[in-house]
């Protein structure tokens, strides 16, 4: 996010419910617990991105051949990155490409989200860092580029809703507090129940993000009074996918750039994922794959991947 907020003029209520806020698709819905997956990186120097996600994000390599490797957490064997190298590759500009924005990794509690800002101070890394209300955010760029945001959430029953809108802010980050909750922990990495929490894309209109996203994937929109973005989610969440056109005037991510490959969406079941395809399918967006695992681009290119639990 950057620093425009929803307007705090009008009534919030606290302790909101999935039910309380948000607007649903108009047909299609997405399940509740629809969640992302691992994101898909194209990096222009393998050994490099490695060094910089072990060491100062704090991933472990799950598995690595030739030019791609994964990366997870210690003592789990879910994806959460996979780098794929591809030599001399472009970083992303200064103002951006259509594409990703940041993928956000998602830590269980602020004890960890403290110990990562420890460790990020002793190591001299800089890192923006805010307060959205709903979560506690830091904001990294990798060797390339690429947007990396860690955040831990706060707990539901503090979030807040302006009428049917959930609210969001960008607010500073108490960090003397934050630390403070890890105590006298060291870091050690990024801990077990890391996930990935959402993406945040640049698109080139937020109207047809919404057609594309909300009406044809079936994600709900939770924030639409945020400047220049929407975002939406599956169950009540803050969000799962965060769409704005701060980048506005950039072009797509070409193919001989740092950028985003893909990024997942997990689905319960095969039939949930064939019944997101077929909605995307019928509203005209093309679609490749079958089965547990299909993948849709949006209007500027980015791909997401459908892919079924079990």
Do not use: C
């Amino acid at each position: 996010m950057t620093d425009p907020s929803i307007d705090t003029d009008k009534e919030t209520r606290s302790g909101v419910e999935a039910a309380d806020y948000g607007i649903r698709p108009p047909g299609y819905r997405l399940p509740v617990d629809a969640r992302p997956g691992r994101v898909s990186l194209q990096v222009s120097d393998l050994a490099r991105s490695l060094d910089y996600y072990r060491s100062t994000v704090g991933l472990t390599v799950l598995s690595q051949a030739g030019p791609s490797a994964t990366l997870g957490t210690e003592g789990s064997e879910v994806p959460l990155v996979e780098l794929h190298e591809r030599p001399g590759a472009s970083p992303v500009p200064r103002r951006g490409r259509l594409g990703l924005f940041h993928f956000a990794i998602l830590v269980p509690n602020r004890s960890a989200l403290g110990l990562l800002v420890r460790h990020l101070d002793e190591v001299g890394e800089p890192a923006w860092r805010s307060d959205h209300a709903v979560s506690e955010a830091i904001y990294l760029q990798d060797p390339d580029n690429l947007g990396i945001e860690v955040y831990a959430d706060r707990p539901r029953e503090n979030w807040r809703r302006v009428d049917r809108e959930l609210y969001m802010t960008t607010q500073p980050l108490d960090v003397g507090d934050l630390v403070q909750a890890a105590g006298d922990s060291r870091w050690s990495g990024l801990p077990a129940g890391t996930t990935i929490g959402h993406v945040h894309l640049h698109v080139g209109d937020l109207e047809r993000a919404a057609e594309f996203y909300h009406e044809g994937l079936g994600l709900d929109k939770v924030v639409w009074s945020y400047p220049g973005a929407l975002f939406l989610s599956a169950g009540g969440y803050h969000h799962h996918l965060g769409t704005n056109t701060w980048a506005s005037g950039a072009a797509p991510a070409g193919e001989a750039e740092a950028r985003l490959l893909d990024w997942e969406l997990g689905l319960p079941t095969a039939d949930d994922v064939a019944a997101a395809a077929g909605n995307l399918a019928r509203r005209g967006h093309a679609l490749t794959g079958e089965g547990a695992d299909a993948v849709a681009r949006d209007p500027w290119g980015t791909s997401v991947r459908l892919r079924a639990a079990t």
